[in-house]
């Protein structure tokens, strides 16, 4: 048996659409955030559609606006590669169209450091005890930040020279 949504409180839509105006003006908010607060909200299912029109029209919601945000946010700070990020905003309700705008303005060679410092932290605590179990963790690691894995090979041989442990792998072939 599947658990209905729990409802918080019930509110007009006049009450949703000044809620949803004061937590827009406190931060980005996509389309999807805003329908899935009005469902919480028990919000009439006509009336919800009608809601995010007004504040997309005022410019409290712009889906393009917060995907540049949420992707500058998650490049720079969380290090996330592209597969991550395009997977949250797709969960977010961002049309594909403005999430393959949005990744393309990403620089890959910046991608690609930002990984390699990631992976060059990861390897002062990841417990191994032979180079080719480091570089398998290293890969997994790199693939489960959502970057592609052509990207994640080229940070951990970089990572893999830097720490002159290469040589001792030499004999460990990936495919």
Same mark, same amino acid.
């Given at each position: 048996m599947l658990q209905e949504k729990?409802? *918080?409180r019930s509110k007009t839509p006049e009450q949703a659409l000044a809620s949803l105006q004061r937590l827009c003006a406190r931060a980005e908010r996509s389309s999807g955030d805003a329908l899935r607060l009005m469902a919480t909200w028990n919000v009439d299912k006509n009336?919800?559609?009608?809601?995010l029109q007004n504040l997309i029209h005022d410019k409290f919601i712009d889906d393009r606006r917060y995907a540049e945000a949420f992707v500058r946010e998650k490049t720079s700070l969380s290090a996330w590669g592209e597969y991550k990020i /395009? $997977? $949250?905003? *797709? /969960?977010k309700g961002i049309h594909e169209e403005i999430i393959n705008e949005v990744l393309n303005n990403i620089n890959p060679g910046a991608n690609v450091e930002r990984l390699t410092q990631r992976l060059t932290r990861k390897v002062k605590s990841v417990k191994y005890e032979t180079p080719y179990q480091l570089k398998t963790k290293l890969i997994r690691y790199g693939i489960s930040l959502g970057f592609q894995m052509e990207h994640v090979l080229v940070s951990v041989e970089q990572v893999m020279k830097t720490n002159n442990l290469n040589n001792q792998c030499e004999e460990d072939i990936f495919f």
């Open positions: 729990s409802v *918080k009336k919800r559609n009608e809601i /395009r $997977a $949250a905003l *797709k /969960r």
